[in-house]
């Protein structure tokens, strides 16, 4: 079955920037999408269609897909931003989804 | 306000069913693409189901393929989930969640508070 591949967890000091990874043979074919999921809430959408931004949420989120790696970027980090992050795309067939393991983004 | 809330959840003996619902309110149901999406205790997410608007189309993970059922009643802005031969990994919260794009292609925009499944003996 497809998978998609981040790291587990990414700790960054607040205002620093934080890089989250995603690799997946079928990227370079399909969308990623990132998802933000704070302890004990439903996920929240963060990046759509690779790099674009939903209505509210802030600018210091962006996303880029080059080859088989998509990338989440945090810039300037805030506590506020310690969540599980979680990448989410299709298998090649596009009928079927599939996310990434999470990582744990840490601001401390 | 734009909202899911899913209802139906419980606990279960192995091999047993359940039927979960997502109730939305706050938008054009009958427009939208919609998925179920599970988190098992302490683990990530797991994309479950599709469904297209008119019901056209539905699509399995191979892990509930044969087991669990997609459906929806447009008229009734609600979005079900049948299942059957219940497994203890399938213990999990079951989110809906509302596709803005459609095509199935992953922008799941809105999320309700999720539902608790246990399958226990």
């Known amino acids: 079955s497809y998978e998609l591949t981040q790291p587990p967890s990414v700790s960054v000091s607040p205002g620093q920037t934080a890089r989250i990874t995603c690799s997946g043979d079928t990227l370079p074919k399909k969308y990623a999408y990132w998802y933000q999921q704070k302890s004990g809430q439903a996920p929240v959408l963060v990046i759509y269609?690779?790099?674009k931004r939903p209505s509210g949420i802030p600018e210091r989120f962006s996303g880029s897909s080059s080859g088989t790696m998509a990338t989440l970027t945090i810039s300037g980090a805030q506590v506020d931003d310690e969540a599980d992050y979680y990448c989410?795309?299709?298998?090649?067939?596009?009928?079927?989804?599939?996310f990434g393991g999470g990582t744990k983004l840490t601001v401390l | 306000q734009v909202q899911l809330v899913e209802s139906g959840g419980g606990l279960v003996k192995p091999g047993g069913s359940l039927r979960l619902s997502c109730a939305a309110s706050g938008f054009t149901f009958s427009d939208y693409y919609m998925n179920w999406i599970r988190q098992a205790p302490g683990k990530g997410l797991e994309w479950v189901s599709y469904?297209?608007?008119?019901?056209?189309?539905?699509t399995y993970a191979d892990s509930v393929k044969g087991r669990f059922t997609i459906s929806r009643d447009n008229a009734e802005k609600s979005l079900y989930l049948q299942m059957n031969s219940l497994r203890a990994e399938d213990t999990a919260v079951y989110y809906c969640?509302?596709?803005?794009?459609?095509?199935?292609?992953?922008?799941?925009?809105?999320w309700g508070q999720g539902t608790m499944v246990t399958v226990s003996s």
């Open positions: 989410y795309s299709t298998d090649s067939s596009g009928y079927h989804g599939v």
């Open positions: 969640a509302r596709d803005k794009d459609g095509g199935g292609r992953g922008a799941f925009d809105i």
């Open positions: 469904i297209s608007s008119t019901s056209t189309y539905t």
């Open positions: 269609d690779d790099r």
